[in-house]
């Protein structure tokens, strides 16, 4: 198991859940920002799920619910009582209690059409494991414990091309250093620059926030 520190990441998964309910005080927007135990899709070398828990220790961080992770449009705030998050067995629970402005009211327009029906989320990771499978070579990234939730936010579009590009450099650093690794360890196979590659895989780590 491997933690990572304060690199902050977003991730959209594909949840069908998210609507928009009648509350005694107006409307609230409802759904889940992620999903426990779903891989996601190929982000660049390797799939990626929840474990149930990882959550558990951020929902009361300082939480903003925004639109397509945008700080200028902010929906609810947990601090402030405007946004309530929770975890249960299927995953992240979100509901907000959305503003009375003409942005806000908009938008839940296009959740009433099902033009917009996906939740993204920011965060940080503290605990994290990586598995090969044996027999197809297929790597996943578990998430067990998350270390700052920094936004769920209702998005137009579930892909982020700055996402994948970041996750593909996790992986390619983590698995330079895992080969390198791996060589430090077997003699025979071992390279002479092996000591050099650990110690450069490292620092790269290091500047990436990841903890070795």
Not at 9 to 25: C, I, Q, S
Not at 45 to 52: A, D, Q, T
Not at 136 to 148: C, L, Q
């Given at each position: ?34 999903v ?54 299927h ?46 070579g ?15 936010s ?35 196979d ?23």
């Amino acid at each position: 198991m491997t933690g990572v520190g304060m690199t902050m990441e977003r991730r959209t998964l594909p949840v069908a859940e998210l609507r928009v309910a009648e509350a005694d005080e107006g409307r609230m927007i409802t759904g889940y920002a992620a999903v426990f135990d779903q891989l996601s899709e190929d982000l660049g070398g390797f799939r990626e799920l929840i474990r149930p828990g990882a959550f558990r220790k951020v929902i009361k961080d300082d939480v903003r619910a925004l639109v397509n992770h945008d700080a200028n449009f902010v929906l609810g705030r947990n601090v402030a009582g405007t946004l309530r998050l929770a975890e249960d067995d299927h995953g992240l629970q979100v509901e907000i209690d959305a503003p009375d402005t003409a942005w806000a009211r908009d938008l839940m327009v296009t959740i009433d059409r099902g033009d917009v029906d996906q939740m993204s989320f920011a965060f940080s990771v503290r605990e994290q494991a990586w598995k090969r499978d044996e027999d197809d070579g297929a790597v996943t990234r578990e998430i067990i414990e998350f270390k700052r939730l920094y936004d769920v936010s209702v998005v137009t579009f579930p892909a982020y091309p700055q996402t994948e590009a970041q996750a593909r450099e996790i992986y390619q650093v983590y698995e330079q250093q895992r080969t390198a690794s791996q060589e430090d360890a077997d003699p025979a196979d071992g390279a002479t620059m092996t000591q050099e590659r650990i110690a450069v895989a490292r620092a790269r780590l290091r500047l990436m926030d990841v903890e070795i």
